[in-house]
């Protein structure tokens, strides 16, 4: 199932709002350059290509389009990152089809405007190992963003953080990401270490 409102723009434009190996970097999603790591709607690869060149670790990267899922694996071949798993999946209504506990980090960009959001904060956090980390970006609710889903339907960082401790996650830090994004919010947060 597509979220709503979920069509991505030219590639090119999409590419011109981000510094993503910034935002990458910001985000701590390959913090000891060994990570495994699942990325929920990967797009044009923008934010899995920096992944993936800052981990040995895989990058299973999920998204519900196939020419999109195509594009990435493209990439993935030209930049020379075999540690790339570009995979056709509707994670909404399937899941990932990971196991759990298999991934130290998750990364959900621009995507909990869908009509579940809990439910795939649980889906992260059942991948994730105890003490994994799930970053979250999204658009600000600000009429002035170039783009992004409709504002009734925006999330704000307070709602993205309270649906992720309802999903069983732990705050671990708003992160600022004005050097690499104007328009975006980031969100980190963790699976308890102890966690069932």
């Not at 690869?45 to 998204?63: E, K, Q, V």
């Not at 980390?133 to 409709?150: C, E, F, M, Q």
Request: overall charge neutral; aromatic content about 8%.
């Amino acid at each position: 199932m597509k979220a709503r409102e979920s069509g991505m723009p030219e590639e090119g434009s999409w590419q011109g709002f981000f510094d993503a190996d910034c935002i990458v970097g910001k985000m701590d999603c390959a913090r000891s350059g060994t990570e495994n790591i699942v990325e929920f709607g990967c797009g044009y690869g923008t934010f899995t290509i920096p992944a993936a060149r800052r981990t040995s670790g895989l990058i299973c990267a999920l998204d519900i389009e196939p020419d999109l899922v195509a594009r990435v694996r493209q990439k993935a071949a030209e930049a020379r990152l075999p540690n790339i798993q570009a995979e056709r999946r509707d994670f909404v209504t399937e899941g990932s089809g990971l196991g759990g506990r298999s991934q130290d980090h998750a990364m959900i960009y621009n995507l909990l405007h869908l009509e579940d959001p809990v439910g795939l904060l649980r889906e992260a956090f059942r991948v994730l190992r105890p003490g994994g980390t799930l970053s979250i970006i999204h658009w600000k609710v600000d009429p002035a963003t170039p783009r992004g889903p409709s504002m009734g339907i925006r999330p704000r960082p307070d709602q993205c953080r309270a649906w992720a401790e309802s999903a069983g996650f732990v705050f671990v830090r708003d992160q600022d990401l004005s050097d690499c994004c104007r328009h975006h919010f980031g969100l980190l947060v963790a699976r308890p270490r102890l966690s069932p």
